[in-house]
């Protein structure tokens, strides 16, 4: 019985760990582009925000598993967090740090393209960015 209620508190910390990280890639992804993502994607149906924003929301949850898989039977539940926690959020800088780099170098700014109504493939490589550094710090992470 103590083992399953060990387990459980484990899973409801990870969950919520998990849960805030992709909340705050959320809301990073949000500052990033113009507009409220709530209303592009909820409101105006748009394709190019929906890209980002799941390819954001894959890519912090791929580095929050990778951070509580290397933690969880090294590390007590607190330490195991925290260690979620810090490499979550290492991820997402890096994420947001390609979005920024990527707007930086190519013409136009993917930031306004996302925002367009239209597929547009500047967001299909913001999105793969994001996965590909998500996968890296996960890499990194193991």
């Known amino acids: 019985m103590n083992e399953i209620l060990t387990s459980s508190l484990y899973a409801l910390g990870y ?24 209303q592009l994607i909820w409101e105006g149906r ?3 925000a929906i ?18 898989l290397s933690s969880y039977s090294e590390l007590g539940l607190g330490a195991g967090l925290l260690s979620a926690t810090v490499f979550g959020l290492i991820g997402l800088a890096v994420m947001a740090l390609s979005f920024l780099l990527i ?9 306004h393209m996302i925002s367009e109504p239209e ?6 490589v913001t999105a793969t ?13 193991s």
Do not use: E
Request: some cysteine.
């Open 103 to 111: 707007d930086l170098l190519i013409p136009g700014r993917v930031s």
């Open 46 to 48: 748009n394709k190019n």
């Open 51 to 68: 890209l980002l924003v799941s390819a954001n929301t894959l890519g912090a949850a791929i580095v929050v598993v990778s951070a509580i």
């Open 129 to 141: 960015a994001h996965l590909s550094i998500a996968l890296v710090v996960a890499a990194a992470i």
């Open 15 to 38: 969950g919520v760990v998990g849960t805030c990280i992709m909340l705050l890639g959320y809301l990073i992804t949000d500052v990033l582009t113009p507009g409220k993502l709530h």
């Open 119 to 124: 597929w547009h493939p500047a967001t299909w």
